[in-house]
């Protein structure tokens, strides 16, 4: 039960977070004013940013356990069907993503 929770829950964030993301570039590129073009970029590049981070997380679908001297991740994603160097490469990418998607927040937040 718990794990068909986890499947389900996980496809619907997927998903929504998909569309969302693609829906946000599809208007930010047709819809946006003149007045807001510099602000714009900001919004496009979180957009593109979130968009990675939502299919990184297809592709691993893992867990992040933090300690003060260790990561540990776990994955149960698609990811070891390629290699557990893939996945490595994706747990990677997924902290970069977090990290730069916070920093485009606080920035949007601080031009805005």
């Not at 990290?99 to 485009?104: E, F, N, R």
């Amino acid at each position: 039960m718990a794990v068909s929770l986890h499947f389900f829950l996980h496809y619907f964030i997927v998903i929504f977070g998909f569309t969302a993301n693609a829906a946000s570039i599809v208007v930010i590129l047709r819809k946006t004013p003149r007045a807001l073009q510099e602000y714009s970029v900001l919004l496009l590049n979180l957009a593109v940013v979130e968009l990675l981070s939502v299919l990184n997380h297809f592709i691993f679908d893992g867990r992040f356990f933090y300690s003060s001297t260790t990561t540990l991740y776990i994955s149960s994603g698609p990811c070891h069907v390629i290699s557990g160097s893939f996945c490595s490469f994706l747990s990677a990418t997924m902290n970069v993503v977090m990290m730069h998607s916070t920093a485009l927040v606080g920035l949007s937040f601080w031009y805005r």
